[in-house]
Nanobody, 127 residues
Framework: QVELVESGGGLVQAGDSLRLSCAAS????????MGWFRQAPGKERELVAS????????YYTDSVKGRFTISRDNAKSTVYLQMNSLKPEDTAVYYCAAGRVDFSDNYRVLASDYEYWGQGTQVTVSS
């Protein structure tokens, strides 16, 4: 079993920055890709960013490219999401996720590949 605990959410103004952290524990030897999802009220959960086990491969949804950066510290079993130039449309509950599938030259980890989920942290961006 793997447990994920997010932190770092909060209420900020448009243009501000936030850094989310996700501390993982448990059977981490089996974990490969990790990602951040978000779900806004009345909308489906979407994959925001993901990162391979080595950190060498990353994926971002178009709406956050150039503003968000995902990174991970395997020694600390922690994944981060640096969010800059925040917009009101970034308001959502942000979830950390982990899976046993990794990126490769021929495969990009899908949302359905993630097996473990955190409880979420609220990010609210006011205009």
């Amino acid at each position: 079993q793997v447990e994920l605990v997010e932190s770092g959410g909060g209420l900020v103004q448009a243009g501000d920055s936030l850094r989310l952290s996700c501390a993982a524990s448990g059977r981490m030897f089996s974990i490969r890709a990790m990602g951040w999802f978000r779900q806004a009220p009345g909308k489906e959960r979407e994959l925001v960013a993901s990162i391979s086990r080595s950190g060498g491969r990353t994926y971002y949804t178009d709406s956050v490219k150039g503003r968000f950066t995902i990174s991970r510290d395997n020694a600390k079993s922690t994944v981060y999401l640096q969010m800059n130039s925040l917009k009101p449309e970034d308001t959502a509950v942000y979830y950390c996720a982990a899976g046993r599938v990794d990126f490769s030259d021929n495969y990009r980890v899908l949302a359905s590949d993630y097996e473990y989920w955190g409880q979420g942290t609220q990010v609210t961006v006011s205009s």
